[in-house]
């Protein structure tokens, strides 16, 4: 069953029908998705004692006051170790994974360095997807390793290739899924098993899908990390990051690190855009997925074009993984050229709505050459073994009209 065929995901129904997928729509306070993503969070701004604004307000303050020493008179005394704007983005946050517990940090790769800091010493071992985001990567080999954390690379579509590779010392399963940029999925619910038996923890990065399309924590993930810069803030204007998480030591562990260890917290107007951009994050993951499929779907009939990667498809290998696991398929599709590094720097330098840059998860529709661009920075051996070649490029689709889209990427192969 291809996206296309789900009632609600045509990206032209003003319905969702997300609670037909196991009824994750609905948190433990009773509200849907749409309502959280809206309201949670902004009740100290606009509830009994708030100040009556109708959104969060910036709170700038690098120091609060004290009535009398040791007794903040308002509950903050420091804005690295709490800030109004803040807790009203996490409060969000949490809610939109149905969780207890929200961080958030300066990026992305803050997130993922304070969340490992905060479960990792000398000695333990990081199985981790094979196919990974590139700065993660980096952030393993080039400064874990130096700490004697030793990381091993797997083949995580396999459930039982991660099984054989357990150890007593294995202390964190590291994933994404969906994957970057090849879009390859592990089974989480599957390797949250294999954690408990290991006495591991399991990280999953959700970035490509949101909250809204997949929410680890419910098929047993112990936390989940985002960069917020992407899907969750939606507008290219804000670089952020978040860990989320039901396991109350966790949580204390990783606001230890961020607050005393690292100070990586997300400045109070980056909260604010995040807070903003989370209140249109289910209609905005509809268009993107929508467009996002209809973009695959002319991909795999275009001539130049010899591999599509997008979830889905019926001919993506993990599309079964994908229905089963996914309220939807996201809005990131990666294909690859009849040809090599030249080609696909002609074919982005003959597009007119596409931008080429770097990122994901805007409303607009950026486009990049991962060898040129994201992955420059990885070996070439690396790149080799991930998969990443040069004819491969990635596709963020935006919101806009769809047709405009595939117009666009057809002038530009004609022009090939």
């Not at 690295?80 to 969000?92: F, I, K, V």
């Not at 994404?176 to 290991?198: F, Y």
């Not at 498809?313 to 030249?342: C, K, N, W, Y």
Request: with cysteine; net charge negative; aromatic share 8%.
């Amino acid at each position: 069953m291809d996206a296309s065929d789900r009632d609600g995901r045509d990206g032209n129904d003003d319905g969702d029908d997300r609670n037909d997928r196991g009824g994750s729509d609905e948190g433990d306070d009773g509200l849907g998705f749409e309502t959280r993503a809206v309201r949670a969070g902004e009740e100290s701004a606009s509830g009994p004692g708030g100040s009556g604004d109708i959104v969060t307000p910036i709170h700038l303050a690098s120091t609060f006051v004290a009535d009398r020493p040791g007794d903040p008179t308002h509950g903050y005394k420091y804005s690295r170790l709490g800030n109004p704007t803040r807790d009203a983005l996490e409060t969000r946050l949490a809610a939109l994974d149905d969780a207890r517990h929200a961080s958030a940090f300066a990026s992305g790769t803050a997130a993922t360095t304070c969340f490992c800091l905060s479960v990792l010493e000398p000695g333990d071992r990081v199985l981790a997807f094979d196919s990974l985001y590139g700065g993660t990567r980096v952030l393993f080999d080039d400064l874990l390793a130096r700490f004697g954390i030793e990381i091993e690379y797997v083949d995580a579509t396999d459930p039982e290739i991660v099984a054989s590779a357990m150890t007593p010392e294995t202390a964190l399963l590291w994933m994404e899924t969906p994957t970057n940029p090849l879009l390859k999925l592990c089974d989480i619910e599957a390797l949250a098993g294999l954690a408990d038996e290991g006495d591991a923890t399991l990280a999953v990065d959700n970035t490509f899908a949101s909250p809204y399309f997949q929410q680890p924590l419910s098929f047993g993930a112990d936390a989940v990390v985002y960069s917020t810069t992407k899907f969750l803030n939606g507008h290219s204007d804000s670089v952020g990051g978040a860990v989320v998480t039901n396991d109350d030591a966790l949580a204390e562990a990783v606001a230890f690190v961020q607050e005393y260890g690292v100070g990586a917290m997300l400045a109070p107007f980056d909260c604010y855009l995040a807070l903003r951009g989370a209140k249109t994050l289910p209609v905005r993951m509809r268009q993107h997925e929508h467009n996002a499929l209809e973009i695959a779907s002319y991909l795999r009939e275009e001539k130049r074009v010899t591999e599509v990667y997008y979830p889905g498809l019926e001919t993506h290998p993990q599309h079964d993984l994908a229905a089963r696991q996914m309220e939807g398929f996201g809005g990131v599709v990666s294909f690859e050229i009849d040809g090599g590094t030249e080609e696909a720097r002609t074919l982005l330098g003959e597009l007119e709505l596409f931008d080429v840059a770097v990122s994901l998860g805007s409303v607009e529709s950026l486009i990049e050459h991962p060898v040129s661009m994201s992955a420059s920075y990885v070996s070439e051996a690396e790149r080799q073994a991930a998969g990443i070649t040069e004819s491969l490029i990635r596709v963020p689709v935006g919101i806009e009209r769809t047709e405009d889209l595939i117009a666009d990427l057809k002038r530009a192969f004609e022009a090939l």
